[in-house]
């Protein structure tokens, strides 16, 4: 896996932040390489750059209470809950009980498992059962991209004012960009960005970076 696993990059230059970056430790590695022989599906796992992206903002904001939407086999929650003070909290939403469960070895090997609460099931439900009321200091959707739209407004009563939110997967391979693309999932992600561009709760930034990482700050 590239660092950035990001199409918008040449090989040289992908490299070239790799090497001016973090890179993974041991643990982080070994659910990399984990991932990895899941075959295709380890497409669904962040790259190693954002998670050292998602880890670095978490710090510099200090998040203590987080949230994410779509958690598969724990990179990026691993990402956060190490950004996270010994009593800080992360709530993961997913509804594979086979993929997290292969998180739920490396949370405790890094020894961030106590700060991880893991419900399984959708996650609307579990966002919707939640007091709305500002909670979170950082957040991240990566899941069905259909229901983009409906995790963004369960997330956004429950953020802090200056909370962030991150939003994966929003440049999807750049399709939204072609015109000549029409398929269910770049609509999707064109109708999710066209909203969050225009809402005045949230700033809003698409940066170019892996697949597209949406960065949302709650005014």
Partial sequence: MSATRSPWLEPAIDAYASTHSITPDAIQQALIDETARLGPRAQMQISPMQGAFMELLARAIGARNAVEVGTFTGY?????????????????????????????RYWQQAGVADRIELRIGPALDTLRSLPVAEQFDIGFIDADKPSYPAYFEELVPRLRRNGVLLVDNTLWAGRVAD??????????????????????????????????????LKR
Avoid: K, Q, Y
Avoid at 188 to 206: E, H, P, W
């Fill in 76 to 104: 990026s929650a691993l990402s956060v809950a190490r950004a996270l003070p010994v009593d800080g909290h992360l709530l993961c939403c997913d509804v594979s009980e086979e993929w997290t469960s292969i998180a739920r």
């Fill in 179 to 216: 015109p000549s693309e029409d398929d269910s999932g770049t609509a999707a992600m064109r109708t999710f960005n066209d909203t969050v561009a225009a809402d005045d709760r949230v700033m809003t930034v698409l940066l170019p970076f892996s697949d597209g990482l949406t960065l949302l």
